[in-house]
């Protein structure tokens, strides 16, 4: 390998990691060659696929603003100040994420920002291949294959190295399986999700508060609504894929047409009924999205192949934190490129670094549904966020709010994983059978603090 190789890479994938990616690596000089199976989107319009709208949260932008991405970015953003939880009986209740606007996280359209992402890639000099879908890969030989959808027609590449930003079904992970075992392991949900649409009122402004992420929690299943700055909401509902023993909750099994989503609708979410005029033709044209956590025991081949984002370990929604992640590997990727020259020390670092953090955000997304679906309006979910306030205010920087940990600051996930799980045993041991905070022993609760948490500092 040459000078000139050493600082070259090929990316599979012109999603929201391929994109960020090459425009890391093309800023510091770096040749980069992204392959995307789809056209381009800036050319025939955004084609989809995943959901249409995300939350994009301090590590988000924290890795943005690396690419100097974060101002092109923001100018779509719509903030969201906490979740507006619509209870069965019609009530609503904002529940604020952080402890004033400084603390929010931001609603946008997934593909607004991938084109954002594609100009900033390609003006930063990275060269940007579409209608390229990854086939196949001869590690040894370091030639891989693509296929042109709209022909068939076949293309040899050769390469040094490649990043796999293909996303949750990668087909470059689907190749190193071909060569040697990663470990993979899927473990489906069981549930998954159907996207509808609010539209803008007459007036041409939004049809509901738009500052927050509205959820419908109704036990084990619940509607979420993100806003869209052209004043529109997508609404994702989450159901069971198979129906309950006792037949009493609904699925996809039992809702199954247009006509059966307006009947659920009217039953359990009567309040947002009106606000989607589309919904039955909404219900059939869009399938049923899966939901799944993906498990990987290894992330690279020596110096010829590395998986980041989706690829490497796609992750139920409910933290709103893939893409979060998936900017964060790009980051250390590139850091861990840039800074170390044998490529394969490299990928081995970058592993080391991101895998156990992938594997506590994953495992806190899937503890977020349930809190999400059932227990955002639950009094004793309630008192405990209460008391996790009043300890923010007692014990500053010592007891910081999960919430927070995960999303307004930049501590490894798996720190915050395992602060959160020593916090909600201190939340729950001193709320258990009382009603209010005035009930609270708060010498038995400030010294649970004081002697299982040290003081947090913001990595940066
Ligand atoms: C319903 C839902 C809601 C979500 N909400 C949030 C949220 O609020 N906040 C958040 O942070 N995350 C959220 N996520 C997660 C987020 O969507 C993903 O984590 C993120 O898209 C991962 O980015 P990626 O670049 O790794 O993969 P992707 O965005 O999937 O990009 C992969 C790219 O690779 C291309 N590709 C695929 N196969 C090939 C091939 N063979 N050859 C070439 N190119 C290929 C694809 O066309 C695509 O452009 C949500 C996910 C879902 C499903």
């Known amino acids: 390998m040459n ?5 070259s890479i090929t990316i599979i994938g012109a999603g929201l990691a391929g994109a960020l990616l090459a425009t890391l690596l093309a800023r510091e000089g770096w040749r980069v060659d992204v392959y995307e199976k789809r056209g381009d989107p800036r050319l025939q319009g955004y084609e989809g696929g995943r959901s249409i709208n995300l939350a994009l949260a301090e590590r988000g932008r924290h890795a943005l603003r690396q690419a100097d991405a974060d101002d092109a970015v923001m100018t779509q953003a719509v903030m969201m100040r906490g979740r507006m939880v619509h209870t069965s009986d019609g009530r609503q209740q904002l529940q604020r994420y952080g ?5 929010v996280i931001w609603s946008i359209h997934r593909g607004d920002l991938n084109i954002t992402l594609l100009n900033l890639a390609e003006q930063a000099g990275a ?9 196949t890969v001869d590690f040894d030989a370091g030639v891989a294959d693509f296929v042109d ?21 990668s087909s470059l992970r689907a190749a190193m399986m071909r060569k040697t075992d990663l470990g993979e392991r899927t473990e489906f949900l069981g549930h998954s999700y159907k996207e509808l649409e609010i539209p803008p009122a007459a007036d041409g402004g939004f049809l509901i508060e738009p500052n927050a992420l509205h959820i ?3 036990g084990r299943y619940m509607c979420i609504a ?3 700055d052209e004043k529109t909401f997508t609404v994702t509902l989450f159901l069971p894929n198979e129906a309950a023993a006792d037949n009493a909750d609904p699925s996809f099994a039992t809702v199954r047409s247009g006509a059966d989503a307006r009947a659920l609708f009217e039953r359990d979410f009567p309040d947002a009924l009106p606000l989607i005029p589309d919904l039955e033709a909404d219900w059939e044209r869009n399938p049923p999205g899966l939901l799944a956590t993906l498990y990987l025991q290894r992330w690279h081949i020596d110096r010829r192949a590395v998986l980041l984002g989706d690829a490497a370990h796609a992750m139920v929604p409910f933290h709103g934190q ?8 790009c980051v250390a990727l590139a850091r861990q490129l840039i800074s170390q020259p044998d490529r394969a020390a490299a990928f081995s670092a970058f592993e080391a670094e991101r895998k156990p953090n992938a594997e506590a955000i994953q495992a806190m997304a899937l503890e977020n549904y349930v809190e999400m679906r059932d227990r955002v309006d639950d009094p004793d979910f309630l008192l ?4 996790e306030r009043a300890l923010q205010e007692r014990h500053p920087g010592r007891f910081v709010p999960h919430y927070s940990m995960v999303t307004f600051m930049l501590i490894p996930y798996a720190l915050a994983h395992r602060r959160s799980e020593i916090q909600r045993r201190i939340l729950v041991d001193a709320t258990r059978g009382r009603d209010s905070l005035a009930q609270i022993d708060w010498d038995a609760v400030d010294a649970a603090v004081m002697q299982q948490l040290d003081v947090l500092v913001d990595a940066a």
């Not at 405990?384 to 008391?387: A, F, I, P, S, V």
């Open 149 to 169: 959808e709209r022909d068939a027609g076949r293309q040899a590449i050769g390469f040094d190295s490649l990043v796999g930003a293909d996303g949750a079904g």
């Open 322 to 329: 893939g893409m979060n992640c998936a900017f964060e590997d």
């Open 99 to 103: 402890r004033d606007d400084s603390e």
């Open 216 to 218: 419908w929690p109704r």
């Open 3 to 7: 000078a000139a190789d050493s600082r």
């Open 127 to 135: 060269a940007l291949h579409f209608h390229r879908r990854l086939d």
């Open 226 to 228: 993100l806003p869209n």
């Open 384 to 387: 405990q966020r209460e008391l």
